[in-house]
Each structure stands twice: as structure tokens, then as C-alpha cells.
């Protein structure tokens, strides 16, 4: 047990004995030395909810001998999720004699600033960009960008910056330095459990599921933390201060990814960035969803186990995991038991998980040849929205064409995920047309009680729900070279 977190801040190793639970990354950046912090005011706060870019900081990880840089929001990260990383704000990019970095120089020589609020937020996303070895081209660009916000310069200036940055194979001192850093990383990370306490709070970082389900036992009432991009608004707007936070992003195999006995089999704390290569190869229909979920920063952090545990009506994972009859794993020191994702959802953000119980693993049945998966996100903006509805679909039909088995669930219909029992028991043994379908779609009107609210009216999620059902129709029986069957067949293959 340890009270002291270490990392490096820049290439200066930091140490930071019981580092307050709820502290931002921001708060403490922004902070007088004097107070604790490290005064580096380059990184902004605009929103304090993960929404504009201004406090984008870069993390650095070892993977193996290497380094990976990833952009994270620093206004929902908690101070002791620093451990064991290297943290890069906009202080650290030009050289010490003053030289700008690439993509500093690209923003200064392609106009990409005005008022410059929102500059070291985008500088860091097009660090990461740079270290990712995705080049700058225009969906890369963007799909990095998609999290920084810009009031007044425009995007086009910034867009031509990460083009002409990001071109080449990273080749900055930071590339150079990457072997000597992952060392030193390596070499600081601590093996044994954090247990830092400050002003009443305490938070705790196990190394193993067997800590992890020991310390849920000790405070059934902990807050479990993963990627905190909900948790941390909790804090940052709710003004709530758990008492006790146990992290799991230290727990290892927690995050781990594989395919095994006919499943994917993705650990509670894999991120979306992680998970987003084994999900999309078996499910290409779930890239599109994913690019949209969040920010890249966001998306860094953020953990599939997150968006299931979180029992948000409109989460957008819980539609695909009920639609592909997913399994979860909950633990705790009594054991290991298994549950269907759809029977996960007890009610309005309350869900099947007992005091000091933990969701350790998800599982997806891998698709059979002929199946048939689609996903659809409806929300007011393209980028960093949260659905209204979000409707999963996963078809298999018999060798006379009819439905032989059909899943459908919907984020957004009601007051937790849910599967649309009567629309699929309308579809079952139908030949897959549109009479069969309308008749589903009229179910559809039986099951499901939306409500009004900010995203969207009761009357509109109906609407989108049917025609979401529709569209799916339409998408799989399209002739390929309809314009419809194109852009369809575009998406399902992005
Ligand atoms: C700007 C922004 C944009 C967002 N956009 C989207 C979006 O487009 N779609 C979407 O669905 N969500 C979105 N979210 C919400 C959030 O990012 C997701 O719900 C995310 O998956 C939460 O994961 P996390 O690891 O950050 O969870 P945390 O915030 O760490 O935890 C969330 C909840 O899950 C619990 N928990 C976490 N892991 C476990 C576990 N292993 N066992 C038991 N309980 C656990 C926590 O106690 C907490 O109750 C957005 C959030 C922000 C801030
Ligand atoms: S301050 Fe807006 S994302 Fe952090
Ligand atoms: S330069 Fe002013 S907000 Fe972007």
C-alpha cells in the first residue's frame, strides 16, 4: 500500500503524496506553486465538462519499448489518474531554446489562431495526431478535432495546420526520446495499491480483481471509477465528493481484449479507443457509431464498462449489446456471475449489480456467416451529442429468406435500454418485406412510452424509432447500386 502517486510532468518526474481524490488535472495545473500546483496556466477551462477542447493535455503510456500519446480532457481527469503516466501540456512542446514544435509552427504558419482561448486545446490534439501515424488528411484531422471547440478563427485554418503537421512519421524529440521515456515509466510504475486519502475522501487504485473486489467489500458505498468521463462531472457540475473512489484502470487484465470460445471478449476497463479495432472488424457497422461517440479525448478515457455501469437510458454501447445478445460478468469476493446485457437494466439508472459487486467483462457472441448488424445514432449535432434514439438491430434469416431471429433494442425509448419484444415477435418467421415490417412497426408503438425532454419530444422518438426499423429494411434489401444501397453499403462498411 502507498499513499504517493509518480509521474512525469514534461520529462521532470513528479511525486505527489495523497494527491487530493477529486482534484481535476486542470485544478492542478492552474494552481499557484505556492498552493501545490504546478502554475502552468497554458491549458484553458472553458466548460469543465468535457465538451470544448480548451484543456486538452496529452498522456503518455509505454506500450512495450515504445510511447502512445493520447489526448485526454484535463477538466474530468482526477489528479491520481496521473500515476505512472507522462503528462504533456503546451508548455512542453517547443524545444528549450524556443524552437515551436510542428504543429505549433503549422497553427502560427497557416493563421490557426485568433483570439487564441481555444489554441493550446487544439495544439494538443494535433500532437496526438502527429504521434498517431494517421497522417493529417481531412478525416483524420477531423475526427481528432471533433472534440476541440473554435469560436472565432474557424476550422479550415486549423484543418490545413494538421495537414500540413501531421504528413510525415512523428519525428519531433519526443519521437527520439520515446525508448528512454518508456523506460523511465516503466521503471516509476508502482506495483503495489494506491490508497490516497485527503480531506475526508480516499481513493483507491487496486493492482488486481481480488483488491478490487476486496475493497468494494470494505465500502459497499465506493464510487468505482474508470475513465471518469462521467464520474467527473458528477464532480465538476453536480458538485458531488464521494467519499471513496476505487479505480480500476490499474487493475491488471481489467482492460483486456480477446477472442476466445466463440466470443469477444472485452475487459469492464477497455477504452473505446482500445476496443475499437476488435469491435469494428467483426461489426463494421459499429465504426460510424463509435466515431461518433464523445471526442477522441473522450473516447481515450471513456470504457464500454463505463457506459453499461453508468445505466444511462441513452448510452449508446448498451442498444449494440443487447442486440448482439452480449453477456456480462459482475464480481465481487463471492464470486464470479454471468447475466444477459438486457437483463442488466433494473430501472432508471439502477442496475443488477449488488453492493460490492463490479462489472468485470463483457462478451459478444462473434457473428455467424449471414448475419446481418446494423446500428443507428439519432442526435441533434453529427460530433460530441448523446443520442435521443439509438437503435440496434441484428438479423438472421432462414434459407427461405424469412426471419429466423431478430434482436432489436433502443436506447432513448424508455427509462433504460431495452429490447422491443413485440416488434421482434411480430418479424418472427415473416418473410423480411415491408408488410412484415410495418406490422413491426406498429408494435413498436405498443411497447414503447417515450418521454419529452431536451433532445427530443416523445411523438419524434416514435417517429425515428419506426423508421429506424424501416431503414434497416431498406439498407438490407437495397440493390447495391441504388443510390440508397450505396450510401448504406458505405456506412456498413466504414
Ligand atoms: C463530452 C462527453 C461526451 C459524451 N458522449 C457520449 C456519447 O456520445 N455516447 C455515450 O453513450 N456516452 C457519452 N458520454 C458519456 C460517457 O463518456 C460514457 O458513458 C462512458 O462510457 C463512461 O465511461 P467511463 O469509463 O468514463 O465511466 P466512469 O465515469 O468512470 O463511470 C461511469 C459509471 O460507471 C460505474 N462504473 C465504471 N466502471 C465500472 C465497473 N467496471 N463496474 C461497476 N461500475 C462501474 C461508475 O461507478 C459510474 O457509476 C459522454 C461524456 C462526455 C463528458
Ligand atoms: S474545459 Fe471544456 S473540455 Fe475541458
Ligand atoms: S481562436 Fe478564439 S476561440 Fe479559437
Not at 475 to 487: S, V
Amino acid at each position: 500500500m502507498r499513499d504517493t502517486i509518480r509521474f512525469l510532468f514534461g520529462e521532470t518526474e513528479r511525486a505527489i503524496t495523497n494527491p487530493a481524490p477529486t482534484a481535476t488535472v486542470l485544478e492542478w495545473l492552474r494552481a499557484p506553486v505556492e498552493d501545490g500546483g504546478a502554475r502552468a496556466c497554458g491549458t484553458k477551462e472553458g466548460c469543465a465538462e468535457g465538451d470544448c477542447g480548451a484543456c486538452t493535455v496529452v498522456l503518455g503510456e509505454p506500450d512495450g519499448p515504445a510511447m502512445r500519446y493520447r489526448a485526454a480532457n484535463a477538466c474530468i481527469l482526477f489528479l491520481p489518474a496521473l500515476d505512472g503516466k507522462q503528462l504533456l501540456t503546451v508548455e512542453h512542446l517547443a524545444d528549450p531554446d524556443g524552437t515551436l514544435h510542428p504543429v505549433q509552427q503549422a497553427m502560427v504558419a497557416h493563421h490557426g489562431a485568433q483570439c487564441g482561448f481555444c489554441t493550446p486545446g487544439f495544439v494538443m490534439s494535433l500532437f496526438a495526431l502527429y504521434h498517431a501515424g494517421r497522417g493529417g488528411a481531412r478525416p483524420a484531422a477531423l475526427e481528432a478535432l471533433a472534440g476541440n471547440l473554435c469560436r472565432c478563427t474557424g476550422y479550415r485554418p486549423i484543418l490545413d495546420a494538421a495537414r500540413a503537421a501531421c504528413a510525415g512519421p512523428a519525428a519531433d524529440r519526443f519521437a527520439a526520446a520515446a525508448a528512454a521515456t518508456a523506460a523511465r515509466l516503466h521503471a516509476l510504475a508502482a506495483r503495489d495499491m494506491l490508497c490516497a486519502s485527503r480531506d475526508g475522501q480516499r481513493f483507491l487504485a487496486p493492482r488486481t480483481t481480488a483488491e478490487l473486489a476486496a475493497a468494494l467489500a470494505e465500502y459497499p458505498d465506493a464510487t468505482v471509477l474508470a475513465g471518469g468521463t462521467d464520474v467527473g462531472l458528477w464532480v465538476t457540475k453536480q458538485h458531488r465528493r464521494p467519499a471513496t473512489l476505487v479505480a480500476v484502470e490499474h487493475i491488471a487484465g481489467f482492460a483486456d481484449i480477446a477472442e476466445q470460445h466463440g466470443m469477444l471478449s472485452i475487459g469492464a476497463g477497455a477504452t473505446y479507443s482500445a476496443a475499437f479495432a476488435g469491435l469494428t472488424a467483426h461489426w463494421p457497422a459499429l465504426a460510424p457509431l463509435l466515431r461518433r461517440l464523445g471526442s477522441t479525448q473522450i473516447r481515450n478515457r471513456g470504457t464500454i464498462g463505463g457506459n453499461v455501469a453508468n445505466a444511462s437510458p441513452i448510452g449508446d454501447t448498451p442498444p449494440a449489446l443487447i442486440a448482439l445478445a452480449a453477456t456480462l460478468t459482475l464480481q465481487s469476493t463471492a464470486g464470479t456471475r454471468r447475466i444477459d446485457a438486457e437483463a442488466f437494466f433494473h430501472g432508471y439508472r439502477r442496475t443488477a449489480l449488488a453492493p460490492g459487486e463490479f462489472l468485470a467483462r463483457i462478451d459478444i457472441p462473434l457473428p455467424v456467416p449471414g448475419d446481418v448488424f446494423a446500428i443507428y445514432k439519432v442526435s441533434k449535432r453529427m460530433e460530441q451529442d448523446i443520442s435521443a434514439v439509438c437503435a440496434a438491430f441484428r438479423l438472421r434469416r432462414g434459407p427461405d429468406g424469412r426471419v429466423a431471429d431478430i434482436r432489436i433494442a433502443y436506447g432513448g425509448m424508455a427509462a433504460v435500454p431495452r429490447r422491443a419484444a413485440a416488434a421482434e415477435r411480430a418479424l418472427y418467421g415473416q418473410p423480411w418485406t415491408q408488410a412484415a415490417v410495418a406490422a413491426a412497426m406498429a408494435a413498436l408503438d405498443t411497447e414503447f412510452a417515450p418521454i419529452d425532454d431536451m433532445r427530443a419530444s416523445a411523438a419524434y422518438r416514435r417517429l425515428v424509432a419506426r423508421n429506424l426499423l424501416l431503414r434497416f429494411l431498406l439498407q438490407t434489401t437495397a440493390a447495391p447500386d441504388t443510390p440508397l444501397g450505396l450510401a448504406e453499403k458505405e456506412e456498413m462498411a466504414a
